[in-house]
């Protein structure tokens, strides 16, 4: 049972994560009176949710199994494995797995703050047409995409507290499109804020604060 309490955490954050964002998708909606872009409004866009959203129901589904099911109680289902931990966990992982909890725990309420200091520039996706204001204070000053730092970090977290293989493979998909989402949000924003994303580019970091980039 003590196993799967780490699981338990990563999985309530997350799911706490995304009913958030549900919840601030309607209520943005009725305020600005258009979609936030859940739907974002050009093609690369539209596609990589296609992928985007399976992926993080998948991984929440991965996270509530590892949670609900005893460890190594169905190791001789071959399949499951792809859902479950099928072995003893060890004691490197019964240790780290404490930081990974708290910091996992932590970084899910942090996101409120940054989700915050968006106010009605906050969205989940392009619309070439529209003209967001630039966001540079609060956490913003110090890194150009905290949320997106910080869901990757929460996501490492959830892979050592729930290690299966079906959430490693969602979490690594979510990392990689928040690397694309990330660098495609800022060509957007470049060329609506020309000159000034490009100083506030120079100064702040795009995960971390530039002082830990060498």
Request: glycine share 4%; net charge positive; with cysteine.
């Amino acid at each position: 049972m003590v196993e799967r309490i780490p699981a338990l955490i990563a999985a309530v954050c997350l799911t706490i994560y995304w009913a958030t964002v549900i919840v601030k998708l309607i209520r943005l909606a009725r305020k600005i009176r258009k979609d936030p872009n859940a739907i974002p409004r050009e093609t690369v866009g539209k596609l990589m949710r296609v992928l985007w959203y399976p992926c993080i129901l998948a991984l929440l589904a991965g996270l509530w199994m590892a949670a609900a099911v005893e460890h190594g109680h169905w190791q001789h289902q071959l399949l499951l494995r792809w859902l479950i931990p099928t072995a003893p966990t060890p004691l490197w992982w019964r240790i780290i797995v404490i930081p990974a909890s708290v910091i996992c725990t932590a970084f899910t309420i942090f996101t409120f703050v940054c989700w915050r200091k968006m106010g009605r520039s906050w969205r989940i996706g392009i619309d070439p047409k529209e003209t967001l204001a630039m966001v540079v204070t609060g956490p913003y000053k110090y890194v150009r995409h905290p949320i997106y730092a910080l869901r990757m970090a929460i996501n490492a977290c959830a892979v050592l507290m729930a290690p299966t293989l079906l959430v490693l493979l969602t979490a690594g998909i979510d990392f990689l499109l928040l690397q694309i989402e990330a660098r495609r949000e800022e060509t957007y924003m470049a060329s609506k804020h020309p000159e000034d994303y490009a100083n506030y580019k120079k100064s702040v970091g795009r995960f971390v604060p530039r002082v830990f980039v060498v």
